[in-house]
């Protein structure tokens, strides 16, 4: 069965249109699918989220903490001790942050959403190079 975790968020099939698989089996143990899972940043996902918004450190930061929550959606197992995940959260400022308390929220499951969808694309239009030590999910999705 192929598709991917970040299928909820998908947008005009930009990552296969696989849907959501219906055999969700949760392991309880650490998943060896992560090529060494187990070997410091072995795993290591590096993103940025961007707004032009003008942001103060301080919601920044919370936004960087949300957008980490993409990863989750992506990959699983997610956050794991050795992966060494960091997501980057800035601000261009060119526009005044209105008087909205709800704007951080919104733009927190937004960055969120997008960072979901920008690890399922990657994964999916990836393209395999010599050498590569497992092949791509378009070879293995189109066999």
Known sequence: E???WAAPFEI????????ISQNIT???GVDQSKLGALHPQANTTI????????????ELKRLAIAAHDGLARAIYPS???????LI???STGKIEKPKDPVLLSTLSSAAA???????????????????????TARQLIDG
């Open 2 to 4: 192929r598709h991917f």
């Open 12 to 19: 005009d099939n930009e990552f296969g249109g696989y849907g």
């Open 26 to 28: 949760p392991s309880l």
């Open 47 to 58: 993103g940025i989220v961007a707004t032009d918004f003008d942001l103060d450190k301080s």
């Open 79 to 85: 956050h794991l001790p050795y992966d060494g995940d």
């Open 88 to 90: 980057f959260a800035v």
């Open 113 to 135: 959403h997008c960072v979901a969808r920008a690890v399922a694309r990657g994964v999916y239009h990836a393209q395999a190079e010599d050498g590569d030590l497992k092949p």
